[in-house]
DNA sequence: TCCTATATTTGACCGTGGTCATTATTAATC
DNA sequence: GATTAATAATGACCACGGTCAAATATAGGA
C-alpha cells in the first residue's frame, strides 16, 4: 500500500533547496557541485538524486526563482519606451550567465511544468501581452494582432537574440556580442509591432 | 619559430571526424561516446581534446553537415503554402533530437564561427529572405518589412517553437507537444508577414 | 645524414554527475 | 509496545568528459 510521506522528506528536501540557493549565489550557476549541496546539506548524494531526478532540475528550479525576482518589479509598458526598457530587462536576465539560457531552453516546454520555469515565461509573456493590448486600444502598435501572441512573439525573439549573443567569456567583446544582439531584438520587435517602420522605433528610443 | 603543421595532422582530424560520423549516424548526437570515437579511429583520448576544445565542438561539425544535407534540398518558397512546408521542414530538422537545439542555442552565436552552424543558420535565413524579397514584389505579404529582417523573424519563431516542443521521451506524447508547437509556429508567423489575418493563413494551408 | 626545436600523440589520471544494493527510519496495524 | 511493510537515506561504485607531463615523430637547417 501507498503511504502519506515521511515528515522528513520535506525537510531533507528544503535543506537541499537552501543549500544549492546559497551556493548559487555565491559562485552563480555554474559554478553549483552536487558534492558541494549535499555537504552543506549534510546528506548523502544519493538523497540529492532521491529528490531530483538530475543537477539541472534543481538549478531550474533555482533559477525560477531568479528570474521571478528580476521579472516581478517590471510595469506592464504603456509606452514604446516602456516597452523597449521592459526588452532590455528580460533580455539581461536571460542571458547574464550562459547557463540560464541553456535551461531556459531545456525547462521551457513541457518538460519544465512544476519548476518554475514555465511559470515565469508565462508570467513574462503575460507581462507583454497586457501592455500591448493597452497600447492597441490606444493605437500605438499596429492594429489587428492578438496581444498574447504578439508577447509570445517578443518571447521568441528574446531567446533567439539571448542565443545569438552567446560568446565565449575568453574572446572578443562580451560586450559588443550583446548589444548587436539587443539591436537585432529591437528591429525585430519593431517589424512585428510597427510594421514598415524599424528605423523609426531606434529614432523614437534613442531621444529617451 | 612556428613551423608548418605536419602531415599526419589532418589525416588524425579526418580520422576522428570520420569516426564520429559514423558512430553519430549510429546512434544519434546523444550516443556519442569520446571513448568510441578514439577506439575507432585508432587514437588515444587525448589527440582527441589536441584537436577539438570539447566534445560538443565536433559535435556541431557534425550537426552542421546534417542540417546542410537536409536543408540544402529546400526550394526557395513562391508562395504561402512552400513557405510553411519549409518551415515545418527546417522545424523538424532542428528539432528532431534534443540534442540538436542545444548545439544550435549554444553554437548559433560568435561561438560556432568556424564550425558551419552559423553558415547553416545563414543560409536558412537567407532562403527565406529570398522568398519573402519576391513574395514581397508580387504584394503577397504585407509590404514594408526588410526581408533579411523577416527571414531572422522566422528563425526566431522556429527557435522558440522548437523549445517549446521539448519533452522528454518517456512522458505525454512527445508528437502532440511537436504538432501544438508548430501550429504556435504558424500563428506567429503569420502575425509578422500577415498582421491580422492569423487564422487565414492556416485556412489557406489546411486546404493544400 | 644527423641534430634539434617544434609539433603531435599518448594514456594514466582526475573531477563530477549519476546509480543502486544495502541499511536505517517511520507510519500503520495489532 | 512490538511487528511489519513501505519510505527514505547512505556511500561505495561507475561512466564519461576532460587534463597534462612525458614520450614520440617530424620539419628544417647544418
Known amino acids: 500500500m501507498t503511504r502519506k510521506p515521511?515528515?522528513?522528506?520535506?525537510?531533507?528536501?528544503?535543506?537541499?533547496?537552501?543549500?544549492?540557493?546559497?551556493?548559487?549565489?555565491?559562485?552563480?550557476?555554474?559554478?553549483?557541485r552536487t558534492e558541494a549541496v549535499v555537504a552543506r546539506a549534510a546528506t548523502a548524494k544519493g538523497t540529492f538524486?532521491?529528490?531530483?531526478?538530475?543537477?539541472?532540475?534543481?538549478?531550474?528550479?533555482?533559477?525560477?526563482?531568479?528570474?521571478?525576482?528580476e521579472v516581478a518589479q517590471l510595469a506592464v509598458?504603456?509606452?514604446?519606451?516602456?516597452?523597449?526598457?521592459?526588452?532590455?530587462?528580460?533580455?539581461?536576465a536571460f542571458s547574464s550567465e550562459p547557463e540560464r539560457l541553456t535551461l531556459l531552453v531545456r525547462f521551457s516546454g513541457p518538460v519544465g511544468v512544476g519548476l518554475g520555469i514555465d511559470e515565469v515565461?508565462?508570467?513574462?509573456?503575460?507581462?507583454?501581452?497586457g501592455g500591448l493590448?493597452?497600447?492597441?486600444?490606444?493605437?500605438?502598435?499596429?492594429?489587428?494582432?492578438?496581444?498574447?501572441?504578439l508577447g509570445e512573439g517578443l518571447v521568441a525573439f528574446l531567446f533567439h537574440a539571448a542565443a545569438s549573443a552567446q560568446c565565449p567569456l575568453t574572446t572578443m567583446d562580451k560586450d559588443?556580442?550583446?548589444?548587436?544582439?539587443?539591436?537585432?531584438?529591437?528591429?525585430?520587435?519593431?517589424?512585428?509591432?510597427?510594421?514598415?517602420?524599424?528605423?523609426?522605433?531606434?529614432?523614437?528610443?534613442s531621444g529617451g
Open 121 to 129: 515565461i508565462h508570467d513574462v509573456i503575460a507581462g507583454f501581452a
Open 133 to 149: 493590448a493597452g497600447m492597441q486600444a490606444r493605437g500605438m502598435i499596429a492594429p489587428g494582432g492578438d496581444p498574447a501572441l
Open 6 to 32: 515521511q515528515a522528513r522528506t520535506a525537510q531533507t528536501r528544503d535543506r537541499l533547496v537552501a543549500a544549492a540557493r546559497d551556493i548559487v549565489a555565491e559562485t552563480g550557476l555554474a559554478g553549483l
Open 176 to 205: 559588443a556580442a550583446r548589444r548587436r544582439a539587443q539591436v537585432l531584438l529591437h528591429r525585430l520587435t519593431d517589424a512585428l509591432l510597427w510594421p514598415g517602420t524599424e528605423s523609426a522605433g531606434k529614432a523614437a528610443r
Open 77 to 92: 509598458p504603456a509606452s514604446r519606451e516602456q516597452l523597449a526598457d521592459n526588452l532590455d530587462r528580460v533580455f539581461a
Open 49 to 69: 538524486f532521491a529528490h531530483f531526478p538530475d543537477k539541472d532540475h534543481l538549478l531550474a528550479l533555482l533559477l525560477a526563482e531568479i528570474l521571478r525576482a
